[in-house]
Each structure stands twice: as structure tokens, then as C-alpha cells.
């Protein structure tokens, strides 16, 4: 979904295709104690430590903070790899059916989280009233 997300915004297929080079085919192998695992596949994210990994988590979750809506009184903002989504409402009951709802609704968050491949921490999210 990351070349997805970077074809959307307009980043030029060169550097869409250096990524795929250079995340494609990338094997390790398991070692603990005496044992060492044949070389296998991974299948898919970036390397630990890698630093282009914060600018390519962004510019992947830019499209989650895409659908918060203006006319429904959402933003979103990120850092790193945390996304924060806002509500204002008028008051609190309405502020948290609103949040189900920027959750819920089709095209939201939860769809969003779906169609890419992401799994939410849910038991780590945090409300302020």
C-alpha cells in the first residue's frame, strides 16, 4: 500500500521503483544457541533501524489522515508512528458517538485500517474529555 499511498500524491515512479528494489527480496535467517535457519523471505516492512522508515511510515498514514473531515469537526495529525485523531463536539455523549462513528463510517478509520494492511493498537488508544 506505501507505493499506492506515494503514486497517489504525486511521487515520481523513479524513486517509487528504487523503493521496490530496494524493499524487495530481502532474506534473513534465524540464529539462537547452536542453531542457524536456512536463509528465508521477508515478506514485507522495512529493515530495523532503516532511516528512511519514519518518512515512509508518514507518507504511508497520510491517506488515514486524509478521511478525518473537516465539515464533521475531525483532524488528525502524526508523529513518528503515532496518528492522533480529533473530535470537537458539543458536548461530551456527542463527542464520543461522533469518534465512533469517524471509526466507523464507511471510508473511516477501521475501513482505512483494512484495506492497508494495519492493525490498530485499540487497547492503547486514549480519549481526553
Not at 530481502?26 to 542453531?35: G, H, K, W
Not at 498514514?61 to 486524509?66: H, I, K, S, W
Not at 513518528?80 to 473511516?108: C, F, P, Q, T
Request: hydrophobic content about 40%; overall charge negative.
Amino acid at each position: 500500500m506505501l507505493y499506492h499511498e506515494l503514486r497517489k500524491i504525486g511521487v515520481p515512479t523513479a524513486i517509487i521503483e528504487w523503493m521496490k528494489r530496494r524493499y524487495g527480496r530481502r532474506v534473513t535467517q534465524l540464529s539462537f544457541d547452536d542453531y542457524l535457519s536456512e536463509p528465508f523471505e521477508v515478506p514485507g516492512g522495512e529493515d530495523q533501524g532503516d532511516p528512511f522508515s519514519a518518512v515512509g511510515y508518514i507518507l504511508y498514514a497520510a491517506g488515514l489522515l486524509n478521511i478525518l473531515q473537516e465539515a464533521y469537526k475531525e483532524e488528525g495529525y502524526a508523529f513518528m508512528d503515532d496518528l492522533a485523531g480529533m473530535k470537537w463536539a458539543e458536548n461530551i455523549k456527542k463527542a464520543h458517538a461522533d469518534i465512533e462513528l469517524m471509526m466507523s463510517r464507511n471510508e473511516g478509520a477501521l475501513e482505512w485500517a483494512q484495506t492497508h494492511n494495519c492493525q490498530f493498537g485499540i487497547p492503547k488508544f486514549k480519549l481526553v474529555d
